[in-house]
């Protein structure tokens, strides 16, 4: 099996502008702001995973995930 984590996961400028304010839909996300968007929430997500994989390996070598 080559099942991936979060292969599904596509956010674009468009999707991510559903997740602001009505009132400010009329605030332009330039190229350059999204780029800076991507860098922060990549950096973010990255640390938060890292620290959830590592809570997960130990889960799984503690047999929490045992089928017993």
Sequence with gaps: MD???FDEWQIDKE???SYLDADLV???LSDELWE???DDV???VANYL???LQRTALDVQE???DEN
């Design 26 to 28: 009329d605030l332009p």
């Design 3 to 5: 099942r991936r984590m």
């Design 42 to 44: 990549e950096g973010s």
């Design 63 to 65: 047999g929490f995930y």
């Design 50 to 52: 890292d620290e959830l």
């Design 15 to 17: 999707n991510f502008e």
């Design 36 to 38: 800076r968007i991507i």
